[in-house]
């Protein structure tokens, strides 16, 4: 009888344990706990705008609990990925012109989320002090800007478009290739030495805070109205990974968040720090973009 008792509590004592094992098993919240995937790829192209968004954007998911890597390509190879499933995202994507032709070519293979800034611009820019005001007057002014427009990396589509305005314009320039930090260098040179130059430029950009610049008019409309950013996914995210989409949905943030993120950066904070500072001094967005509001 007391061998029997014994037995009783045993099995008693692994029943207790299941249950506990069980328990464990939900989340804290006591919803049954996510089986998604905690890791997240992000692809994006080294502008200072994306840099900005980005890292601001990895940090938010670390804070989800998610394992993030991001990877900076040029814009053909970033649609490339994201249509091959490369890349998870990209928060990268400025519509609807200057990233148009990627579209076109890669838009059935990709998701698109939804606008994460609106109000950005692309077009050809100089310093205020520059006296010409149109596109059209650049052939009169050639002499003093040496007959060249300062571009970027090779496929962004600000050197598309530029490509078309000298066609358009007839414009007797040469279009030479850089980079964003390299844009911004000859742009500062030359201020420095009150000298005129052309770039090719777009907002937002902490430039438009360092110094007093303009867009020259587009009478011809070559480089479209105002754009908005947009955030794209590969095909399947929100159907593996519907928390992560859900924050993704949720991401969206004004010209000037990313401009005060990208003045940070030039001023000499490491990208990560200046992400983490604009982060802990807008905790309530970044709970609201998590889901936590």
């Keep these: 009888m007391k061998q029997k008792n014994v037995s009783g509590i045993i099995v008693l004592g692994i029943v207790a344990v299941c249950l506990v094992m069980t328990a464990g098993c939900t989340g804290s919240d006591g919803g ?3 089986s998604e995937d905690t890791s997240i790829s992000i692809g994006y192209v080294l502008w200072d705008s994306e840099i900005a968004s980005t890292n601001v954007l990895k940090q938010t998911f670390e804070k ?3 394992t993030v890597e991001i990877t900076a390509v040029d814009a053909a190879p970033l649609y490339q990925g994201l249509a091959a499933g490369d890349f998870d995202c990209t928060v990268s994507s400025w519509l609807p012109a200057t ?6 070519t890669y838009g059935d293979s990709i998701v698109m989320v939804g606008k994460n800034l609106e109000g950005a611009k692309i077009g050809l820019v100089v310093p205020a002090y520059v006296t010409i005001d ?5 052939n009169d002014a050639k002499e003093q800007f040496d007959g060249t427009i300062v571009g970027i990396e090779p496929g962004a589509g ?23 930090a390299g844009m911004a260098s000859a742009l500062r040179k ?11 430029g777009w907002t937002p950009h902490w430039m438009f805070a360092r110094w007093d610049l303009k ?18 996914a590969r095909t399947g995210l929100e159907q593996d990974k519907p928390e992560a989409y859900a924050i993704l949905e949720r991401f969206h943030w004004t010209t000037d968040d990313m401009a005060s993120v990208m003045l940070e950066i030039e001023n000499g904070t490491p990208v990560d720090d200046a992400a ?11 709970d609201a973009w998590i889901g936590n509001a």
Excluded at 99 to 104: R, S, V
Excluded at 165 to 177: K, M, P, Q, R, S
Excluded at 191 to 198: A, D, F, G, L, T
């Design 134 to 138: 149109s596109i059209e007057d650049l």
């Design 190 to 200: 030359a201020i420095n030495e009150e000298k005129w130059v052309v770039v090719t």
């Design 64 to 66: 989800a609990g998610y």
């Design 276 to 286: 983490k500072r604009w982060i802990d001094g807008h905790q309530d967005q970044v």
């Design 215 to 232: 867009y020259l008019d587009d009478p011809k409309g070559v480089y479209g109205g105002e754009e908005y950013i947009a955030t794209l």
């Design 158 to 180: 600000i050197m598309s478009a530029t490509e078309t305005a000298i066609a358009d314009y007839g414009l007797d320039y040469e279009l030479t290739y850089s980079s964003s």
């Design 32 to 34: 049954a706990a996510t």
């Design 99 to 104: 990233h148009k032709t990627y579209m076109e």
